[in-house]
């Protein structure tokens, strides 16, 4: 039986998560292995936590078209859904886990170590330094190629000509220069991290629906945090506000509160950091800083 | 221009009755529509529900985002359900067991409104069910991924119109959905923007305490389809306003209002440029489309001038 | 009570007002039309206290009904072939949210060719929408089964939209004599019954939500689960019906079938036909009898086993077409059947689509073909009786 190789992809709706799998996929497939790529097929919308996955095999059809529970390859595009999302969940003994962070391999390490291989690149500083936007997903491409060996790296560049056109060059040179700069650290022995959950839904039985599947329990969806989603967040320069409340009126979660003292602050359990405070408000009291600075 | 008092928090509605938790996207601009048009309603309504982004992001289950009661059956049949629940108020009020004032609103997006489910719509309008239909339009089937609809404006690239080797993307026009509305002879039927919130909340309230069918469109920047930053969905709104690409008007039996009347248009492309959607349009097109919201705003200020006359 | 000679049509209609229906949302069409022209005018009249939303569709009929029966109150509609046909996207959204719509369904045949004439295609194809589904073989069961179905659909056990088909035209359009029952004795047997959840402001609730894979089978599994406990209250709601007029309904209904070895299996009105051929054919001493499926949805099976064990064929008539397939019901059968030890052959025949009549001589025909096929080892196939050569 020919070895199959599981990769499975963390991203936000929009980052380009889908995009890596399929060039992927598809640069296995140029290589004349077999492979799929595919999408977590939900409704999840742009900054939601999302997933993609890819099977790569070098010599046979892949029949397995059930979800990737347990990964041989984990790539983390944002690093936003470090604390949040449990991404070596499932991660096999041996595997690989890449991480897009601006952090040092060794501070990493600390965190993150296991037995597994271990790589970091600060995929965003080379996003906005060649393509003047933090989409990091070809830069992740080029880490992982190199980490993994799953493909050559020249392998990338037909899929990627195809998918970014105009913009192909960019993006190849995104991917090579991760692929110049990550940093890899030996496999560790166990892990280090502590045993943590992360928003576990307890899903109700048949039984305990009701007729319909109604739910009479009005704006419960308030207990559901989309606060997860943001990559920056809204920060209020109190010597500035006066205290208007345009960006409580502009919000779309309706998550902008006013204070005992009058001033606006945001509950970050629902912003999304969209930033439309900030760019509304009338004396620029408000400035969209970046979730892992903040 | 519509100024905002510098006393907002004084002024707002403070209860959610579209709660937090919902899942749209970060900026989306038809949950902020949703937000201000639930907060303009109150507690006394019932929500009917078409299919699309706002029910998906809402209701997915066991969460809600209601605070008041809210059905979702199908796609385009939003008016037909909303007719039939506005029957079900009246068989009760005659029992006295439910209040006349209970207020049946429907909501539905451009393609639920337009397209799929205009025939359901007509046949509720024209039936004069005591009901408020909103339409939330950003302008293409974005809960699927960025579908044309009769609704998405000229130029625009969708993935069903999308921008080729020899196509430039959407080659219609808008269709006029509140001209359709206003065929239909109701009392009120209003065009309003979340960039403009307390004109859009008092259409709301309007169009509530009126009996009989009253409909309003709103304009609900999309920025995952319209390609734009979620930061500059409000600035979107408005632009789309003073550039007269939508303008803020009422119809109210038969007589027209302009709410937002800028001494001077601004040009279209300030508008069109900060859009993704828009990016491949050449100058030919940009002239055409300026000529067209030209032509299209002067035939609304006739018909504000010919009631003005009166 | 009093007897009154009335076309089936209006008998329903007169069960509609009986019940005090509150909304009726409803869309003409042949051979439907009669019923909501007659409960119009009941409106229009004021004989009738209900809001008629006279809809652009039967798409619309159906939704607006859901609308309605969410707010809590008594709903009903009629329609026929296409009209169903065009329904058939909201009907399985009106069981899976459990509320509890009544429609007469006068069965007509599918275009093309167009027709207005009767057979059941339109109700076969909406046989998996999460109906409850009943048949009527004259107008006083049309009558009943009419009240009855308010009594089921709004029992708070079952919460599930209800059907009751009646033959377009053979049936819809025949006026026989009908016993009538006073307001009193219906309003006994039908009283307003309490509904759980409802649009109501005062207590907000959320209907018709979104189901990611972790829910939806869970969803589907309460929805069968309900559909099939339904046969209990059907069963209690046919007793107490007893009680109060003195007419029996069980979910499967036989006719002269102790001891007959050869069973034929009908479902509405050509059941009453389907009894003469039974009559001819036991006085010149063959042992037949006859099934008639009142009940299909929720399927019978305890009921139909226990009856159609015993015989040594089963000959079954279906009035619908599953192109490429066997007949639906006979299908059907034939899956209850099958896990038994002993059980009948079964001879599938299909017949009287598109009004095509079908004779006492007809049925004679059928169960002496079918016991031609059975001598001869030939059951296998479906064969369409009645068609020119």
């Not at chain 1, 989409?135 to 190199?146: D, R």
């Not at chain 2, 032509?295 to 504000?304: D, G, P, T």
Request: charged share 25%.
């Amino acid at each position: 039986m020919s070895k199959l190789t599981e990769i499975r992809w963390h991203g936000r709706g929009g980052q380009g998560a889908v995009t890596s799998a399929e060039v992927m996929g598809l640069s296995a497939i140029e290589e004349g292995k077999f492979a799929q790529a595919f999408p977590s097929f939900g409704p999840e919308r742009r900054g939601a936590p999302v997933l993609a996955f890819n099977r790569i095999s070098d010599s046979e059809h892949i029949r397995m078209r059930s979800a990737v529970t347990q990964p041989d390859i984990v790539v983390v595009l944002d690093p936003g859904l470090l604390g949040i999302i449990d991404v070596t969940r499932g991660l096999k003994e041996g595997g690989v886990l890449i991480i897009n962070s601006s952090k040092s391999l060794l501070d990493i390490k600390s965190e993150f170590e296991g037995p597994w291989t271990l790589a970091v690149v600060d995929a965003t500083a080379i996003a906005m330094e060649v393509l003047k936007i933090p989409i990091v997903n070809t830069a992740m491409l080029g880490a992982m190629v190199k980490v993994t060996g799953v493909v050559k790296l020249e392998s990338l560049a037909e899929p990627l000509g195809e998918r970014f056109g105009k913009l192909a060059e960019k993006n190849i040179a995104a991917c090579r220069r991760a692929y110049d700069e990550v940093s890899i650290a030996a496999q560790g022995a166990v892990s280090q991290r502590p045993e943590k959950t992360f928003g576990e839904v307890t899903w109700p039985s048949w039984q305990e629906l009701l007729p319909g599947g109604v739910v009479t329990d009005a704006g419960n969806a308030r207990s559901y945090r989309t606060g997860d989603w943001r990559s920056d967040r809204p920060i209020w320069d109190h010597d500035r506000c006066i205290k208007c409340g345009v960006c409580m009126l502009f919000c779309p979660e309706g998550c902008v509160e006013q204070n005992e003292q009058g001033y606006f602050e945001a509950n970050y359990y629902y912003c999304k950091g969209c930033g439309i405070c900030a760019r509304e408000c009338w004396t620029q009291a408000i400035t969209m800083v970046e979730e892992a600075k903040a | 221009m519509e100024t905002l008092a510098l006393y907002v928090p004084r002024l707002l509605e403070k209860k959610e009755n579209f709660a937090p938790g919902h899942r749209a996207c970060s900026g989306c601009g038809e949950a902020l529509a949703v937000r201000m048009v639930m907060k303009a309603l109150g507690k006394n309504v019932i929500v009917v529900m078409a299919t699309g982004c706002m029910e998906i992001i809402s209701t997915q289950l066991p969460y809600t985002s209601w605070e008041v009661p809210w059905i979702h059956t199908l796609f385009e049949n939003t008016a037909a359900v909303a007719s039939g629940v506005v029957a079900g108020r009246e068989a009760l009020t005659r029992k006295g067991k439910a209040s006349s004032r209970t207020k049946v609103v429907a909501m539905a997006g451009d393609g639920a409104t337009a397209d799929i489910g205009v025939q359901a719509l007509s046949g509720a309008l024209e039936r004069g069910h005591d009901f408020t239909y909103i339409c939330f339009d950003n302008e293409a089937y974005m809960n699927t991924g960025i579908q044309r609809s009769s609704a998405t404006p000229f130029g625009a690239a969708t993935t069903t119109q999308p921008v080729g080797k020899i196509s430039m993307g959407q080659n219609t026009w808008k269709k006029d959905m509140p001209a359709i509305a206003v065929a239909h002879n109701i009392p009120y039927v209003a065009t309003a923007s979340p960039s403009y919130p307390f004109d859009l909340m008092n259409k709301v309230k309007k169009a509530r305490d009126i009996e009989g069918p009253a409909y309003l469109h709103i304009l609900s920047v999309c920025p995952t389809g319209w390609r734009t930053p979620s930061d500059l969905s409000v600035r979107i709104g408005r632009l789309a306003v003073e550039t007269g690409v939508f303008p803020l008007y009422e119809v109210e039996n038969g007589k027209y209002t302009l709410n937002i009347d800028p001494p001077q248009l601004r040009s279209v492309e300030d508008y069109l440029k900060l859009q993704g959607r828009f990016k491949h349009l050449t100058p030919e097109m940009i002239k055409e489309i300026q000529e067209k919201v030209e032509a299209k705003y002067a035939e609304l200020v006739e018909k504000v001038l010919f009631y003005d006359g009166f | 009570m009093k007897r009154v000679g009335l076309e089936s049509s209006l008998a329903i209609a007169e069960a509609v007002r009986l019940a005090g229906v509150d909304v009726v949302s409803a869309y003409p069409i042949t051979p439907q039309t009669h019923i909501i022209e007659r409960i119009a005018q009941m409106v229009a009249d004021g004989d009738l206290n209900a809001s008629y939303i006279p809809v652009e569709s039967e798409h619309s009929a159906m939704s607006g009904c859901l609308g309605a029966a969410a707010m809590g109150v008594r709903t009903f509609t009629a329609t026929a072939g296409q009209g169903l046909e065009l329904m058939h996207e909201v009907l399985p959204v009106a069981s899976a949210m459990r509320l509890p719509v009544v429609m007469a369904i006068c069965n007509r045949a599918l275009s093309s060719p167009l027709s207005i004439w009767g057979d059941h295609s339109d109700i076969m194809a909406a046989r998996d929408s999460g109906w409850v589904q009943m048949f009527a073989e004259n107008g006083q069961q049309a009558f009943d089964l009419t009240l009855c179905a308010f009594r089921i659909a709004e029992d708070v056990e079952v919460l599930l939209p209800t059907a009751i088909n009646i033959d377009g035209f053979h049936l819809s359009h025949v006026i026989e004599s009908v016993l009538i029952p006073e307001q009193g004795e219906v309003d006994k047997f039908l009283p307003e019954l309490p509904r759980p959840y409802v649009l109501d402001p005062r207590k907000p609730l959320t209907m018709g939500d979104f189901a990611t894979p972790e829910l939806y089978i869970e969803a589907k599994k309460s929805q069968d689960v309900a559909l099939r406990n339904s046969k209990k209250v059907i069963l209690q709601a046919w007793q107490e019906f007893e009680g109060v007029f003195g007419r029996r309904y069980s979910p499967v209904e036989t006719y002269r079938a102790d001891g007959a070895s050869v069973l034929l299996l009908t479902m509405g009105s050509f059941s009453e036909v389907a009894m003469e051929a039974i009559d001819r054919l036991r006085e010149s001493g063959e042992k037949v009898g006859l099934i008639r499926l009142r009940l299909w949805r929720p399927f019978p099976f305890e009921e139909f086993r226990q009856v159609a064990s015993q015989a040594d064929l089963l000959v079954v008539l279906d009035r619908a077409v599953s192109f490429g397939g066997p007949g639906p019901v006979c299908s059907e059968v034939q899956a209850a059947l099958y896990p038994l030890s002993k059980k009948p052959q079964v001879a599938g025949f299909i017949g009287g689509l598109g009004g095509r009549d079908i004779t006492t001589e007809g049925f004679e025909d059928m169960i002496r073909n079918a016991r031609k096929k059975a001598d001869a080892g030939r059951l296998g196939e479906v064969e369409i009786i009645g068609v020119r050569e």
